[in-house]
């Protein structure tokens, strides 16, 4: 590990490194973009310099903050930092060797799940959690606590994760469930908060094939498919629900239920049993960026959702690949144009057990708001993690994808704010642009304790981000 | 931060008397905005819109006296403004001065004093707060203009002239911002009814400060660069300015 910069070269420095590039940088959604300085990293050494060197002065006035960021893939503004430094860890790119027994390999942060999953499979390792895209890297898994089909069985990332290193302003921390777990656990789900993950040990799953072996059901209305998610999650490692939510009336909240657990090699027929472990096929398709905003229209989504809907049969026992099934999204690699100019949100919350009501609410409001919904999915969460930010807590996860540009669609979320925060549930801070301080602070009461932990890695605040700041997450009065 | 529908947490309202700016202001804080600064020349006006934004549930309000004859200090008047917040996500620009009778035009300190409110003032403290932005990485200004400034007419000319000057030096500099994470929202109002047109006939398609300010916030969230309010109006000017001057001349204005 290299020494850091003294304090004369840290405030000195004006633009960081001789490498910085001004940028302007958005999330997945293309709402609100900012500009910051990008710094690039190849050593991971390194980063513990550059967070300290954003911590000095820019031409005589005090930093604006430094954020790390991967492939970008929140959908907000959790990997920006206007004004500031942002630290992309893409060069952070080496992978250990799987350890055969125990299969916990040591991976940098700016591995991707796509690099990691393809380097797995050669050795019959799958990665321990997955999301609907392959295109994250280990750090932004690690900082977002990413949760995938599993949830109900196996909880989210950072359950599989026994180790980090963590380059903070005030030193380099190995971190892990027994070593500083306060410090561990704030930065499961602490959108890079609490410093710049630039290592982890993950712990991978045995697998025999690449094949998922998969039950689809449909369902005509939301309390079959939700009594049917519920029926199917006690037999199913995997398992996720999408959802129409163009149907009105008695087929309010129809939807294709999908269960399924990695393929035996005994389960391939016999043409596949030679290569069980054949990785997903690369992405193929690309978007045009020509797109007029305002295609998504009401319309348009209730007639796509229809077909969908009735090319899908229930069968059982069907193998499919991979990608197929645990990566939908990345089959056209740049879909987020789809949405034009004024781009999307994802709305996506959790809220327990006995509030499931919600869901169709939430589906009804957004209806009457006049505001189509392009994807949405429904999935049931297991235990959460014990980090006080971590989003999964027990009971019913609902995702909904929706364009910017429907004046009803503003109000509709804040009521929605309103109605999980008021029954203890949360919005997804990874998919979040438009929460607000007042309806984050009800959605996560740990904030104090998750500010203490910052606090003492980061007296100072220079870890920042837009989202930090739209929600006044770094503000909060000592706990 | 602005948020995904372009609503700022923070504001800096230069002119923060204006029926419009209070109108904005209203809709914005009602919509979740926290902080408002309110920069103005009467202190007795600003007292009552800072008095109005906190009702409307702002929870911090500052307001800062200027006047916008005193063009070498619009740099300092926009320093202090956003000194006040720390970070400004959004300023509205909405200084300005409607002159009043024909006899104004035939003096040249009225004429300079019309031109300078309307435009010098506006542009200095334009340049400023892009300066402001550049740094922060981020920042929606809005600049009013009007319809007079489209094409400019006899009756109002020198308010006209001024306006036709704000509002294209306005959106180059919002191409300048190109790239700069911020950007420039220029807004072409018809005649509002306000108290700054009181006593004056309405033209046709006359509008309101609070269907401006909604306008205003539809381009925020739409990554608009020039809102015309009401909109009907902008198939009508690009008819106006298609007249041959002879005709455009001749008619009653």
Redesign the interface.
Known sequence: MPEPPSAETGAGADSGTAESEER?LSGW?R??????RVIAPEDPGDIFGSVLRAAGTRDG?PG?GVIARGLGRSY??AAQ????VVVDTRNLGRIGPIDPDSGVVEVEAGVSLDTLLRVGLQSGWFIPVSPGTRQVTIGGAIAADIHGKNHHTDGSFCRHVTSVTLATPTGVHEVGPDTEPDLFWATAGGMGLTGVVTRALVTMRKVETSWMRVDTERHDNIDSLMAGLERVDRLNRYSVAWVDCAAVGSRLGRGILDAGDHAGASDLPAKRRGDPLSPPRRRGLKMPNLVP?GIVKPLTVSAFNEAWFRKSASRTGQLRRLGGFFHPLDAVSNWNLLFG???F?QYQFVVGDAHQGVVPQAIDILQKAGAPCTLSVLKRFGPGDPGPLSFPIPGWTFALDLP??P?G??PAL?RLDDIVAGVGGRVYLAKD??L??HTFAAMYPRLGEFNSVRRRVDPDGVLQS??A??LGICEDSPA | ???????P?SVLVLGGTSDIARALVRELVA??C?KVVLAGRDPTGLADAATEAKGAGAEFVATVIFDASDVDQAGAVVDSGFSAVG?VDLVLIAVGLLYDDAADERDPVRVARCVTVNFTWPAAALSRVAHHF?????GRAVVLSSVAGVRVRRSNFVYGSAKAGLDAYARTVNQTLA????AVLVVRPGFVRSKMTEGRSAAPMATTPEAVARDIV?GL???AEVVWSPRTLRALFFLLRLLPEPIWRRLPT
Not at chain 1, 31 to 36: D, G, Q
Not at chain 2, 1 to 7: C, L, P, S, T, V
């Open positions: 302007t959604g709402t609100s973009p900012s500009n910051a006035s604006r907000g503004d930092c206007a004004g500031g905003p100019r004024r781009g949100v910017v540009g004046p669609l503003r804040r642009a438009r607000e301080p837009d989202l700041r739209r | 931060m602005n948020d995904a529908f372009g609503r947490n919509g979740g926290k970070r550049r740094e922060q990485g981020t790239g700069s994470g911020a539809k969230e739409d990554g």
